[in-house]
């Protein structure tokens, strides 16, 4: 699943990756403000998204600098 993403995020371009990042901050701000006011049902899906986050930065990353 990770090659998968990571090459589906290589094919996008620095916009799309943006984008990407926007919403997934987005989607991170939410499940923090869920899991404070009742619990979340599945909060291993915090780390999930964070490690998104840090896949896509890497990739933005790699491609600023080429």
């Avoid at 094919?11 to 869920?34: D, G, I, P």
């Avoid at 780390?47 to 990353?61: C, G, H």
């Amino acid at each position: 699943m990770k090659s998968s993403k990571i090459n589906e995020y290589k094919n996008m371009s620095v916009e799309q990756l943006q984008k990407e990042l926007k919403e997934l901050k987005n989607e991170l701000f939410k499940l923090r403000f869920q899991h404070s006011l009742k619990g979340l049902d599945n909060p291993k899906k915090l780390t999930l998204v964070k490690k998104e986050i840090a896949r896509v930065n890497t990739v933005l990353t790699e491609k600023e600098n080429n």
